[in-house]
């Protein structure tokens, strides 16, 4: 009894929070701010970085292209078509019966 109890406490407090029609916000540009954010970070403590031999230099240079920005996927998987080249399943051949 006491687990449906406890289910149905956060059940409630779930939908007060998240009620319908409330505004959430933009998952992407939320994640495009935090790389932004990290990758000044980052570069910000590798200039600090004073290097003497030629592996320091490399990894520098490793971690400075890595930081750049990629470009985005066009489209995700779920919005791709579905359509496949054959029918599935197969249709029986006539001599099956």
Sequence with gaps: MFVVVRSVFWLTVAYMVIHPGAELPNGH????QAMAAGSQVVSQQMDRIDCIDLTCAAGKTVIAAALQSSPLVDLPM????????????????????
């Design 78 to 97: 779920h919005s791709l078509s579905t359509t496949s080249p054959a029918p599935i399943p197969r249709p029986r051949p006539d001599r099956a019966g």
């Design 29 to 32: 540009a939320l994640g495009a």
